[in-house]
């Protein structure tokens, strides 16, 4: 099979070290890459840096190889273009289609799904002139990323920062699995998602946990970030993750802290979606000091259940509120995987249920995941193997026909 034909823009920003990163992480996961940097981007990078990590050469102007006509031909063969960092010079260019280099004639010539990816002051990027840039692009079809909050060039902090090299990649992922899978639908929702797996603590050193890494909760908030949505992410114990761009986020430890995070920030949420693995049960007694193998011959742990946040917010729910949950299934003697999935939604009185099967290297600690939609009216599909921002991105267009046309998608 040939390998996607991915063009990486760079803007001319000090964020476009942060371009490398992206390179690096494409090229080694199978992405042929063309770099496309500005003028000014080499100010910051040179081009022998990004010719190195390519394999391919690095112009800026439309002069160079000029038989080869490069500043349609690119533009042309892509499957994904992805800018990084898009300045507001560069996404002003872009809006008004400007074309004065090899960069900005190749957006114009792109047919391809088009990702900007903003980097600048929060004053740039709060701008009214960029928002209006920002709003051209979207309403033409460009895909303009939220930006990170943190901290910017010298002591500065606020909106604006570059989205981690790791996030960017996965929705470049996304876009080349799924071309139109950042519409922008989410706008004016607050949308809740609970993320990674709680631990029970039996005493200092000790907990009972899961093998949740939290990639497929923070998924679903990055994927809802980027398709408009106010996003509100209560996350328990997680792998290395960056945060997500655009994303308030609350942590938590224990099956008890998610549940006040979750009931606290769902009060005004018009979508909560459980994603994260809450232990059913934990210790009923927590030790002060740590346990020993030599103190005495350790009575059983006795364990007490946590509470079932999911019924609770069932029960709970305001008017109009979508509940969406997830469910880590294995088969037994009473059933298999699907059958416990059903037997779940039943029970829980949720709108939408996403079914894991688990185990073997499945659903936790892995990048990709696969399983079964599930909906209260009775529709239910098959979710195929993918990227868990492609599974993300199939469970809020279920929630967008859900709340739209009150009905789902997943016949």
Not at 70 to 95: F, S
Not at 197 to 203: A, C, I, S, V
Request: net charge negative.
């Amino acid at each position: 099979m040939s390998k996607p034909k991915v063009v990486l823009g760079v803007g001319g920003g000090i964020a476009a070290y942060k371009a490398c990163e992206v390179l690096r992480r494409l090229t080694e996961s199978g992405h042929e890459v063309r770099v496309l940097p500005t003028a000014a981007a080499l100010h910051f990078v040179g081009a022998a840096t990004f010719e190195a990590l390519s394999g391919q050469p690095v112009h800026t102007t439309v002069f160079a190889d000029v038989p080869e006509v490069p500043h349609v031909r690119i533009g042309q063969e892509a499957d994904l273009v992805l800018v990084v960092p898009a300045t507001a010079d560069l996404i002003a260019k872009a809006a008004h289609g400007l074309a004065d280099d090899l960069l900005t004639s190749t957006l114009l010539t792109a047919r391809c799904p088009v990702v900007l990816a903003p980097a600048m002051h929060t004053e740039m990027w709060e701008h009214a002139a960029t928002r209006a840039n920002v709003a051209t692009l979207r309403s033409r079809g460009t895909v303009v990323l939220e930006p990170s909050s943190g901290r910017l060039t010298g002591k500065d902090t606020g909106k604006g920062r570059l989205a981690d090299p790791a996030e960017l990649v996965d929705l470049a992922r996304l876009m080349l699995e799924r071309p139109d899978g950042l519409p922008r639908d989410l706008e004016g929702l607050h949308v809740v998602v609970s993320a990674g797996g709680t631990r029970e603590p039996l005493d200092p050193v000790r907990y009972l946990g899961n093998r949740s890494s939290g990639k497929q909760g923070y998924a679903l908030a990055r994927v809802a970030a980027q398709r408009g949505a106010r996003v509100t992410l209560v996350a328990a114990h997680t792998v290395a993750i960056p945060d997500p761009a655009g994303v308030d986020l609350v942590h938590a430890g224990t099956a008890e802290e998610l549940r006040s995070g979750v009931l606290d920030a769902a009060a005004d949420a018009d979508v909560v979606v459980m994603a994260a693995a809450v232990a059913d049960f934990r210790p009923t007694q927590v030790t002060e000091h740590k346990i020993k193998k030599t103190d005495h011959d350790p009575d059983p742990v006795a364990l007490t259940r946590n509470p079932d946040i999911l019924a609770e917010l069932v029960a709970k729910r305001a008017a109009g509120q979508t509940i969406v949950g997830f469910a880590a299934e294995t088969g037994d003697a009473s059933g298999d995987v699907l059958t416990h999935g059903r037997a779940k939604l039943a029970r829980k009185g949720c709108d939408l249920l996403v079914v894991n099967a688990v185990g073997d290297g499945k659903a936790f600690e892995v990048e990709d995941n696969a399983g079964w939609l599930l909906a209260a009216d009775g529709a239910e599909r098959p979710i195929e193997l993918g990227s868990k921002a492609r599974l993300a991105t199939e469970v809020w267009d279920a929630v967008v026909a859900l709340r739209n046309h009150g009905a789902t998608s997943v016949r």
